[in-house]
T-cell receptor
């Protein structure tokens, strides 16, 4: 039990569908992250929410839309995805302390997404 | 650009020792992390180095040389359960993590 949960664990969707991924952390952290993990590629940071401020990777397409209603919950809204978006989507959390020191990240088990 | 290099795959024998190398070129340096990821599971934190030298934690040790942009993860007394991917990540000057593609370690009996 890592303290970070994600639902669903597996998702198959068509290119015209709209779906959402959910992440919840029970660690009392104040920063949450979305990553994309494709086979044999580095983890790609998509979005960071820290102290209610959002930092994003400018290369992430607008068909991915994050939402962070509070420090414990994070969503990734998906619409009109492409087959190349098929990947493992990982959520993580960490504690952000003064002096911009992000501590180690704790990951959820991920959502395996397949876009048909 | 920023870059983290690790071997794609390594094979070792149960009971042996293996060293997984990581070299990095990043804009600034604020620490290096090693994570373990079993197939189909979440990455889990193994070690953190911010100063040069060796950090030992049980069967696992991690070494850092900042002047060489180099780290390694040393696994001793290998067990079958150590079969996993090992991810190297460097925290840059903006305190963002830059990740390597991971090294898949296969342990054979």
């Amino acid at each position: 039990e890592t303290g970070v949960t994600q639902t669903p664990r597996h998702l198959v969707m068509g290119m015209t569908n709209k779906k959402s991924l959910k992440c919840e952390q029970h660690l009392g952290h104040n920063a949450m992250y979305w990553y994309k993990q494709s086979a044999k590629k580095p983890l790609e940071l998509m979005f960071v929410y820290s102290l209610e401020e959002r930092v994003e990777n400018n290369s992430v397409p607008s068909r991915f839309s994050p939402e962070c209603p509070n420090s414990s919950h994070l969503f990734l809204h998906l619409h009109t995805l492409q087959p190349e978006d098929s990947a493992l989507y990982l959520c993580a959390s960490s504690q952000f302390t003064s002096g911009r020191a992000y501590n180690e990240q704790f990951f959820g088990p991920g959502t395996r997404l397949t876009v048909l | 650009g920023q870059n983290i290099d690790q071997p794609t795959e390594m094979t070792a024998t149960e009971g042996a020792i293996v060293q997984i190398n990581c070299t990095y070129q990043t804009s600034g340096f604020n620490g290096l992390f090693w994570y373990q990821q079993h197939a189909g599971e979440a990455p889990t934190f193994l070690s953190y180095n911010v100063l040069d030298g060796l950090e030992e934690k049980g069967r696992f040790s991690s070494f850092l040389s900042r002047s060489k942009g180099y780290s390694y993860l040393l696994l001793k007394e290998l067990q079958m359960k150590d079969s996993a991917s090992y991810l190297c990540a460097v925290r840059d000057s903006n305190y963002q993590l830059i990740w390597g593609a991971g090294t898949k370690l296969i342990i054979k009996p």
